[in-house]
Nanobody, 114 residues
Framework: QVQLVESGGGLVQPGGFVTLSCAISGTNFSPDVVDWYRQAPGQGREMIAHLADATEMYADSVKGRFTITRDYSENTVYLQMNDLRPDDTGVYFC?????????WGRGTQVTVAS
């Protein structure tokens, strides 16, 4: 059974940086697609970063500040978040696709406040 565990969240000051990790277990295969989503307080879940093969895509709200990467040897996905703003606050979820099968982690909270 594929499982995803996000980590790295916490309280960060505006202008600060943090790296989120998403560890994938329960499989010897690497996902075809890896995404990060964010759910702000009282809002729906929004895709903010996407990586498939060598193609990266970002939501306009994070473009130039966030970077999605993956480590195939560790089967881990990362989200480097720089120049954080209060409206980056939310729960960050990792989502991966193995063909038509989609898997989610439980999320990690990031709070940007001084």
């Amino acid at each position: 059974q594929v499982q995803l565990v996000e980590s790295g969240g916490g309280l960060v000051q505006p202008g600060g940086f943090v790296t989120l990790s998403c560890a994938i277990s329960g499989t010897n295969f690497s996902p075809d697609v890896v995404d990060w989503y964010r759910q702000a307080p009282g809002q729906g879940r929004e895709m903010i970063a996407h990586l498939a093969d060598a193609t990266e895509m970002y939501a306009d709200s994070v473009k130039g500040r966030f970077t999605i990467t993956r480590d195939y040897s560790e089967n881990t996905v990362y989200l480097q978040m720089n120049d954080l703003r209060p409206d980056d606050t939310g729960v960050y979820f990792c989502n991966v696709l193995f063909g038509p099968s989609s898997y989610w982690g439980r999320g990690t909270q990031v709070t940007v406040a001084s």
